[in-house]
């Protein structure tokens, strides 16, 4: 896959991979692992870094908002990222599955096997090892984050939102590097064309 991006995973990839990490051995924790990537856009290291005082509120439970710190985020590019709804759920059952010790607010969300942080290069792997045993060719640890940053682009309008909005969400410093996450759609440039 060198020199060329990580594919966008469709909505029937994104079913499979979500199906297969339910027969995982650690299977609330994987799901918030994809969930992470495809609907929070977050990166390999931020996911590896996030702990649970990022998303929790001051009562304890999952906040509406993922603050992601600028000591995990490349290039010091912490944000704040909104919660999709199924991502809180995830994330309240990881919670509630989760040994006592593992809550306190320092401690990551992701714990590997033997009880520690899962470093990012682990997290990549896991990803690899994920997507090699679906048979997904092209996909990468950053399918989740094209994933998300496609879809929100795509969507924006309807939020009322801009290419701007996406930017800040995936932590990128230039429009230009956001713009190169997303994916074309062959089909919505027919139907666009036929529009004009």
């Known amino acids: 896959m060198l020199g060329r991006q990580a594919k966008v995973l469709s909505q029937g990839a994104l079913a499979r991979v979500l199906a297969r990490v339910r027969s995982h051995p650690f299977p609330q924790r994987d799901r918030v692992i ?25 009562h304890g439970r999952v906040g509406d908002v993922i603050a992601i ?23 309240a059952e990881l919670r509630r599955c989760a040994l006592k010790s593992d809550l306190l607010p320092d401690r990551p969300v992701i714990v590997s096997a033997r009880g520690g942080p899962m470093r990012a ?34 969507q924006a309008h309807k939020a009322g939102a801009s290419l701007r909005d996406v930017q800040l969400l995936a932590g990128h410093r230039s429009i230009e590097t956001t713009q190169a996450y997303i994916d074309g759609d062959t089909a919505a440039q027919r139907k666009l064309v036929g529009l004009i």
């Open 121 to 154: 290069n682990s997290i990549v792997n896991w990803f690899v090892a994920l997507y090699a045993e679906l048979g997904l060719e092209g996909c990468s640890s950053h399918s989740g984050r094209r994933t998300f940053i496609t879809n929100a682009a795509r």
């Open 69 to 91: 710190r600028s000591s995990i985020a490349k290039k010091g590019s912490g944000r704040r990222v909104p919660v999709h709804p199924e991502l809180k759920a995830a994330l």
């Open 34 to 58: 994809v969930l992470l990537s495809v609907q929070a856009g977050l990166r390999a290291a931020e996911i590896a870094g996030l702990t649970w005082s990022m998303i929790l509120t001051d």
